[in-house]
């Protein structure tokens, strides 16, 4: 059950709640977040919503079924947009495009990206400089000075940054730098790091683990929710199967379950999904006309000589072929 | 190796070949189709194709480094178009639709699909009469009878019939009555079906096992093809994984992967694909833009009552909304 | 609801029991075998056991929740022992070990095998003749020539023959060289086979698929005894995963779950569980102390010259060793 | 390649050998553990090891062809054995018994618990304080008050204590009271986590991820060992697959792959591994026969009292029961 609170409700009407709650041995979490206040209440005795409606300070009360409460589309129907400022919106019904390299190499590899982006309209750029590695021994990015280098190029030309956050630590050193914090594949069960981003008003971009179900995808979210922060999305990026001839499946099936059961945007990450350049371009389509709310992709102007992921990478007359399809069938997709 | 030869080739210039290929320790298999005289030649030699290719009879020679020979893009980058007769292709660069009940229940059933396809301008419908159950106590199919029953309707309004052979010895007394023999998920790897199928002229739909490799399901086809029959087509059907909010996972990736590696038309069945009704056509879209040839999917008039399969199957009217929709897109998929 | 009838029962209780069944509007499937007759009784109504009990010609009503029947052990707690004559039995509560090559290949090779097999006090063997192979142009076994050559060197030594049978047609020309029918993986499903060997008086080795679930396991067994053969035993033989280091992942899991969900006999067949040579016994002692049965394995004079399967099949000196140490442990095991 | 240093290699010797590699191109990376001092040198020139081997302060040379150098056993033949102190030992050739709850919960569960272990003459007790919990509502744990709860009762009782760390900033606070930091299934590639546990100088338990390839598991211990601890043992808790009848399907075949692949000690956790109470102690036996040097397991006075994890939990009766059946095959293991 989430029950909303108006914004100015006084402590004794919130403890009134409280106290009604717990003689039904609900537990209680106060969840506040940018936009409002809410209580997450779980219990196993069935109360008629109408004997707590009724109390001061109530602005809403919704039953909802399922283990995870705030990001279930149960009781909010309506998607949520995200506003990134500038009038950069995700989840507004005209797919967001986000594209940029696996990691973040140089300036002059930033500027010809940024150059890239800006000639095709692309106000979103990808670029990791923390990079999660199977190997100790692999390149694991330019770190912090990566992400100043990516914003000094990004921020005077109006596009936003995403980029992946590995550990609690680094939030507080990337967070004005960064438009939005992504939530890697490998980390998207670690629970420290989530907690963290709930107390960060930044929109985050959460992966699905590499065999995460649906379920556990909505769960980590819940975690970032519950701690305050409801600027969220979703990403599928493939998942873990016996097929190996591609790197990942992507999961298409995933774009409208979650659609269906969350109101978060949800975004498909192609080159991850397929892992092979060549067919990029098919999947980001495909998972837009199968519902998707945008596509993060890969691109570099030579992917063969990429620091990482350089398989996966689209070069810039692939991208731009790309970006002029979904333009091409932007209006059909709805 | 693939050598091709010519029709009239006298048995005496065929022997040399042999006799020249048997020298270099090949094993070769005969294979002739519809269509064309091959020799499919195996051996671990590396043979100069120049000492083979002056010998008279041979029309053509090609290096085949796939352990599936005949289905690979390798020597035939042309993609394979099927010829249904009433000027009804599969692979043409038109996206097909196959459409049809789960199974065949009745003629009242049948009629009112067929008048559903004739309003819509669908040309092949697909029902099942012979159905593998997991339970041996669930209903099985109408057999012979119900295929045709189908037969009697379809035939008049020139609707090709695909339907499923589960075993060698129903290929002849359904051989009159089906358009496309359709080999199911359970019986792709069933070799001796599959070599039956090979010896028979009419068009097969190989449908991918249940956690078939993109490999395995080439080699099916194969099977086929090297006992003599050419017109084959793939159908990716959706795969087994830990996910199980859904009936399979449907493989997008696999889809583009199959078009890269075979010259055969490939089908999506969205309905097997992801099992829930209200998901099946954005699925089916997405498949289209992702290079598939033709979606089949489930449709009845009641799909609360159908026998079987009714969760995945579309009513009349979600059935009409998605023919509308690809039509309008038809344009845009290539 | 399994209800076992009196052998003698007339056909006129016979028909009062059918009417009542059916005007509580259960499905009734008649199921005669070798040992007993009884009905399989299907419906949606909560029918009172004692209302029917006390019909004549009944000996005995279970009620069986699960969705397969007869091979439930919800009705059988008892397990079932399967007899293969000359005191050989398997399901008896000593560990039957089953080991043979992959694929019988030539008399001289079944002479070395079988002197392998009397040396080791082994009684059944395992050897493949009809070998479905994923590419149509690999070697697909001797034949029926290959089983009667086996058959002529097992016969005289008392040993038992276990041999896959990939089709129906094979039935009758295979059965009377063959003392265990073995279904393959790959025709775990196959309906039509099942159903045949359902009417046969002959124990039946099912093979999990690569993908199989439990479940399916267990309605593939019911698919043959509900025709008619309670001879049946079960084998876990590995899965596909998402692991590719072995050629399939060994579920040590389903032995006990299978022995919990069914009076059949489980038996593990670690070659193909885990497919690497140097693994096998590991895993075959394993498999015990989880509870199989007994273990079917390949071993073969000369692995690394075996026409099939080489990489997974023990040497005699291997074999010797696990036969050895099965015999150390077989107290310890229950 | 690994070299081994002496350990007072002069900064002299250290750099002309750091020279010779960087003129070879070769990447290296200084590892500084409690026992040695390595060079992992990474590079793609072939190398003629006798160029290098006669410089001064180095003690061996050795080439390593897998992608994990440190953990691998194609340098380290000899198995890893880890002492944590009063004659308790791991890897030394005897099944470790490693039991204890999911969660501690209180006092009161502890004493029943540390009794249980001592009656049994179990010196290694688990428990965990920081749960990773799917949803955020859940109970997640006493924190490092449970974990001083559980020191209080086991120190003065000479039983040792691994238990989860989730987050880099709970090593500080944790590391008095822990003999074994225990990296969960959901952490195992939360690379910051296995950094900062290479700088520890603790024993190490490290869960396979819940889809965790054989590789990946290795690479993650490469992590920490490349960071300076090499008191480290790897643990198959069952990965995630189709099957879904049990929690996980135990990859039994991990065991031998790992002992074959690396030298650092194996322990199964059957308890997760299959996720149901009465089929835990079989496979805690069976994974000894595979290869296993130990097994966790959760063991509670009242499972279906307990906190989290109670339906996979063994009760007292239980768990010495099998205790008691691996004093009895301790002999027959090797």
């Known amino acids: 059950m989430i029950i909303q609170l108006h914004k100015n409700i006084s402590t004794e009407n919130l ?56 990001v279930s589309r149960k009781w909010k129907t309506d998607y949520t947009k995200i506003d990134l400022g500038n009038n950069i919106y995700i989840g507004d019904g005209t797919p967001t ?119 556990e995808l909505l769960h980590s979210a819940e975690y970032i929710f519950s701690k305050g922060n409801e600027r969220l999305m979703l990403c599928e990026r493939g998942i873990r199967t016996f097929e190996n001839i591609y790197r990942n499946t992507f999961d298409i099936n995933a774009i409208q379950v979650l659609k269906d059961k969350s109101h978060l945007p949800v975004i498909a990450d192609p080159s991850h999904g397929i892992g092979i350049r060549e067919y990029v371009p098919k999947i980001a389509l495909a998972s837009l006309f199968a519902g998707a709310d945008g596509v993060i992709y890969e691109v570099h102007e030579k992917p063969e000589e990429a620091l990482s992921d350089g398989q996966q990478t689209l070069n810039f007359m692939e991208s731009e072929l790309l970006i002029n399809k979904i333009n091409a069938v932007k209006s059909l997709l709805n």
Chains 1, 2, 3, 4 share one sequence.
């Open 97 to 215: 495009i986000m594209a940029g390299p696996c990691s973040i190499e140089s300036e002059e590899q930033v500027a010809k990206i940024v150059g890239h982006l800006i000639k095709n309209n692309i106000s979103i750029m990808r670029g990791g400089v923390f990079k999660p590695r199977s190997s100790p021994y692999a390149f694991r990015g330019l770190g912090i000075d990566g992400l100043k280098m990516l914003y000094e190029q990004c921020k005077p030309n109006n596009i936003k940054i995403v980029t992946e956050v590995m550990q609690v630590s680094q939030i507080h050193e990337m967070i004005d730098y960064v438009d939005v914090f992504q939530v890697g594949a490998r980390n998207s069960q670690n629970y420290n790091l989530l907690d963290a981003l709930g107390e960060v008003d930044k929109p985050v971009l959460i992966k699905r683990g590499v065999s995460g179900t649906i379920e």
């Open 15 to 70: 403890s009134v709640i409280h106290h009604t709650l717990e003689k039904q041995k609900y537990s209680v979490t106060s969840v506040n977040t940018q936009f409002e206040n809410y209580l997450i209440c779980i219990g196993k005795n069935e109360i008629d919503i109408r004997s707590i409606g009724h109390l001061k300070g109530i602005k809403d009360i919704h039953r909802v079924s399922d283990s995870y409460k705030l």
